[in-house]
């Protein structure tokens, strides 16, 4: 295994910049994921590194070797595509020798090796059947096994589980992490599914736009994200975001929420200034003793119920506005469509965003 280390990596398609100027280094043996929406650069990022796209710009490392003019098949890396790629006139043993043969190993070595990742991928029993005849998780575990058998110094690894059904994406996830716990391979994976990025990375990139939002652990990207971008992207639901305007206190919809006084201090808002104050559905509460004296309450107006099995989705509107509020409920909650309900927001648990540019400004961690 190796580590892989991005110094400074562009590319442009013409006028279009698709990754700008990223740098980060993946430690040996860590599990590392790129997560960020649909054209952020995570899949051009993956590809570069692999050696099938070129960089305009910048440095990619395996190990301490500079690989920007080595071809792809020589930079010992093993990439699983989000199709698969088996070659379909080929036995699933003949899928997971192939890249053995093509490196000239002793056929020995290769029926071992094939034998030995089979059993660990729990398709040893397939060995003689063609992709067709496999099931998508089976044609996965293919594709995942002919990377394995290489013993390649990096995975790389691009949304290998998007066409798998729910179930069947859930438990190959599980086994994935604990594949990567018995082989300690450096390991970078492409997603869009958070939930992928907080259950299996060590370290979550977020990209967005073609730059690094933010780089850290699943925890410090849930609770400190960096700006309001990765806030609202990184949970499900995703954080609710609050229009406020400073009158003292925020006032949201006409409604009064309680203004930090650290906040104040610092940065000593004047009076009618803008700010997008963030919460999420799961630090806000359903209210049965309301007051006017409580400012860490809103009024909403019930729009959608979602009942999620053990635990209730409430979709809403605050009155007089098209502010939406989600919040996270009881499974034996007993309300419907048209009520309306007090909210009550852990205030200690709120950002505060600038509206133009998306920074986090308080609280500052």
Known sequence: MASVRLENLSRKAGNTVIIDNISFTVPKGEFWVLVGPSGCGKSTILRTIAGLETATSGNIYIGEALVNHIPARNRDVAMVFQNYALYPHMSVAENLAFGLKMRQTNPIKIKERVETVARSLN?????????????????????????????????????????????????????????????????????????????????????????????????????????????TFMGNPPMNILPAIYMGNFMVSGQSLSCPPE?????????GQGFDLGIRPEQMRLNDNYTEQNRGDLLLEVQLIEPLGRETLIRGILPDSETILQIISSSNWAGKVGDRLQITLDLAQMFVFDPATGEKLYPQT
């Open 123 to 231: 398709i040893d029993r397939l060995l003689d059947r063609k992709p067709k005849q496999l099931s998508g998780g089976q044609q996965q575990r293919v594709a995942l096994g002919r990377a394995i058998a290489r013993e390649p110094q990096v995975f790389l690894l691009d949304e290998p589980l998007s066409n798998l059904d729910a179930q069947l994406r859930d438990d190959t996830r599980a086994e994935l992490k604990q594949l990567h716990s018995s082989l300690n391979i450096t390991t970078i994976y492409v997603t869009h599914d958070q939930i992928e990025a907080m259950t299996l990375a060590d370290q979550i990139i977020v990209l967005n736009r073609g730059q690094i939002q933010q780089i850290g652990t699943p925890n410090t990207i849930y609770h400190h994200p960096a700006n309001r971008m990765v806030a």
């Open 263 to 271: 906040f104040k201090d610092k940065y000593q808002p004047r009076e």
